[in-house]
């Protein structure tokens, strides 16, 4: 019998009620935990996948409590894009039991490892696998942002903050901020500037075995480094950000139900031709 631990977000009443409906037919054919908390730490144990219920942001925050130690992630979508989910709660019985009978693939999809350093010591170390964001939480003022990739000095960004995305969060915050939509499955970091104040200023798609680093010069009041728009921690005069892929990589489930391009169209309106009047 498989073991599965089933994910929700507890501060979302209708992902809680989806668990629990599903919950006893789910316990007749596995060995459940149900996990309402994504954001407390896992004690780590023996578990063949987690069924993820909830949006993005809730699958984001089961890929760093359990993607990042190998667990492969199953997402039902009960939020509103759903680019990391498999399927919609209608039709989770009969991906469960695709998966539960051993009729998937595994996508793979790199993490990104973010470090803040100051002053010669690591006080920030985490995963995320959309992206990291360095911006200024004030209005009106710029940041100067130095930029180098393994070492060597690329520019200096002047703009209201900087993104390194991977492929996966190329369709998140980067697209705001006019990235390239890039497919999950290559290997590279996605560099974009929110708003560059000079136009020649585009973003960058780079090896994913580079070493890339953000270092603030002068900057508005409070800026902030975020991870996955969770992990946040107020930036000081000096500090460095070295970002690069992480070891672990996602391990998605994947039934073949639905793939990347379907999802651009259904979920970016992606209608092709512009709708001309007859």
Same mark, same amino acid.
Request: glycine fraction near 8%; aromatic fraction near 6%; proline fraction near 5%.
């Given at each position: 019998?498989?073991?599965?631990?089933?994910?929700?977000?507890?501060?979302?009443?209708?992902?809680?009620?989806?668990?629990?409906?599903?919950?006893?037919?789910?316990?007749?054919?596995?060995?459940?935990?149900?996990?309402?908390?994504?954001?407390?730490?896992?004690?780590?144990?023996?578990?063949?996948?987690?069924?993820?219920?909830?949006?993005?942001?809730?699958?984001?925050?089961?890929?760093?409590?359990?993607? #990042?130690?190998?667990?492969?992630?199953?997402?039902?979508?009960?939020?509103?894009?759903?680019?990391?989910?498999?399927?919609?709660? #209608?039709? +989770?019985?009969?991906?469960?039991?695709?998966?539960?009978?051993?009729?998937?693939?595994?996508?793979?999809?790199?993490?990104?490892?973010?470090?803040?350093?100051?002053?010669?010591?690591?006080?920030?170390?985490?995963?995320?696998?959309?992206?990291?964001?360095?911006?200024?939480?004030?209005?009106?003022?710029?940041?100067?942002?130095?930029?180098?990739?393994?070492?060597?000095?690329?520019?200096?960004?002047?703009?209201?903050?900087?993104?390194?995305?991977?492929?996966?969060?190329?369709?998140?915050?980067?697209? +705001?901020?006019?990235?390239?939509?890039?497919?999950?499955?290559?290997?590279?970091?996605?560099?974009?500037?929110?708003?560059?104040?000079?136009?020649?200023?585009?973003?960058?798609?780079?090896?994913?075995?580079?070493?890339?680093?953000?270092?603030?010069?002068?900057?508005?009041?409070?800026?902030?480094?975020?991870?996955?728009?969770?992990?946040?921690?107020?930036?000081?005069?000096?500090?460095?950000?070295?970002?690069?892929?992480?070891? #672990?990589?996602?391990?998605?489930?994947?039934?073949?139900?639905?793939?990347?391009?379907?999802?651009?169209?259904?979920?970016?309106?992606?209608?092709? #031709?512009?709708?001309?009047?007859?």
């Amino acid at each position: 019998m498989k073991r599965v631990i089933v994910c929700a977000n507890s501060n979302k009443p209708h992902m809680v009620e989806a668990v629990r409906g599903i919950e006893p037919w789910l316990r007749e054919r596995a060995d459940v935990t149900v996990d309402l908390d994504v954001d407390s730490e896992w004690e780590s144990a023996p578990v063949d996948f987690v069924a993820v219920f909830g949006g993005d942001g809730t699958v984001l925050g089961a890929a760093r409590k359990y993607g #990042q130690h190998g667990v492969p992630v199953l997402g039902i979508n009960l939020g509103k894009l759903g680019f990391l989910t498999e399927t919609t709660a #209608q039709h +989770a019985r009969e991906v469960l039991t695709d998966v539960l009978e051993s009729r998937f693939t595994v996508g793979e999809r790199i993490m990104l490892r973010c470090r803040l350093e100051r002053e010669g010591r690591v006080i920030e170390d985490c995963v995320g696998l959309n992206d990291a964001v360095m911006s200024r939480t004030s209005l009106s003022r710029l940041m100067t942002i130095d930029f180098l990739v393994d070492g060597e000095m690329v520019t200096t960004y002047a703009a209201d903050g900087l993104i390194v995305a991977t492929p996966v969060g190329s369709t998140a915050h980067s697209l +705001a901020a006019s990235g390239p939509i890039v497919h999950p499955e290559v290997e590279a970091l996605i560099v974009c500037p929110i708003c560059p104040h000079t136009l020649s200023n585009r973003p960058l798609v780079l090896p994913a075995g580079a070493m890339l680093e953000m270092r603030p010069r002068t900057f508005a009041e409070n800026p902030a480094l975020t991870v996955d728009g969770r992990a946040f921690r107020v930036l000081e005069s000096g500090d460095r950000v070295m970002l690069c892929r992480a070891e #672990q990589k996602l391990r998605l489930l994947l039934t073949g139900r639905h793939t990347f391009f379907e999802t651009l169209r259904n979920k970016l309106d992606w209608s092709g #031709q512009p709708r001309y009047v007859k």
